[in-house]
T-cell receptor
Framework: TQLLEQSPQFLSIQEGENLTVYCNSS?????LQWYRQEPGEGPVLLVT?????EVKKLKRLTFQFGDARKDSSLHITAAQPGDTGLYLC???????????FGGGTRLMVKP | GAVVSQHPSRVICKSGTSVKIECRSL??????MFWYRQFPKKSLMLMAT?????????EQGVEKDKFLINHASLTLSTLTVTSAHPEDSSFYIC????????????FGPGTRLTVT
């Protein structure tokens, strides 16, 4: 089993719809990161959450870290075609020296 | 944010040859660099971690003699795929972290390797 389970794995929606992507684990983390990756490019960091229950907003994106720091969600309001991409959550190892990624959620927003 | 570059962005090589991929941190000193491999429509899988001036630490299942990593300076790490085979075709991504960024890694744009 993966350390981080992302769901759904794939999501295809129409422009203007809302969506939520989940990142779950049975482990507790000191911090969690969300990345977005477009085809043929490297991942780009969107946000880092470090406090249980923390909510961070980035324009139409809302990130939440679970109270127990075991899970996180990414909510996109009024999705646009430009939001299309692979969304990855990631956590650092306990030694703090490497990132482990979830399986990713591939989002396609149709105009 | 910090900038990490990779070169080349795309390479096609013949089976049996070796290919070197460079990863550079352009505006910061990268104490640690990471190399990932990504298959189509899949997530990133860590191959190895390298600290400047020391040997790389490889993840389980990654052949260190096949994927040679050198982190000779605080701004440059190289990954050499030796005796490449078609199954080595993949998207290789590096990331770098400086001493002052405990949570964040900055990713390069990736290198697409195709072995024919």
């Amino acid at each position: 089993t993966q350390l981080l389970e992302q769901s759904p794995q794939f999501l295809s929606i129409q422009e203007g719809e809302n969506l939520t992507v989940y990142c779950n684990s049975s482990s507790v983390f000191s911090s969690l990161q969300w990345y977005r990756q477009e085809p043929g490019e490297g991942p780009v960091l969107l946000v880092t959450v470090v406090t249980g229950g923390e909510v961070k907003k980035l324009k139409r994106l809302t990130f939440q870290f679970g109270d127990a720091r075991k899970d996180s969600s990414l909510h996109i309001t009024a999705a646009q075609p430009g939001d299309t991409g692979l969304y990855l959550c990631a956590v650092e190892s306990n030694a703090g020296n490497m990132l482990t990624f979830g399986g990713g959620t591939r989002l396609m927003v149709k105009p | 944010g910090a900038v990490v570059s990779q070169h080349p962005s795309r390479v096609i090589c013949k089976s049996g040859t070796s290919v070197k991929i460079e990863c550079r941190s352009l505006d910061f000193q990268a104490t640690t660099m990471f190399w990932y491999r990504q298959f189509p429509k899949k997530s990133l899988m860590l191959m190895a971690t390298s600290n400047e001036g020391s040997k790389a630490t490889y993840e389980q299942g990654v052949e260190k003699d096949k994927f040679l990593i050198n982190h000779a300076s605080l701004t440059l790490s190289t990954l050499t795929v030796t005796s490449a085979h078609p199954e080595d075709s993949s998207f290789y991504i590096c990331s770098a972290r400086g001493a002052g960024s405990p949570y964040e890694q900055y990713f390069g744009p990736g290198t697409r390797l195709t072995v024919t």
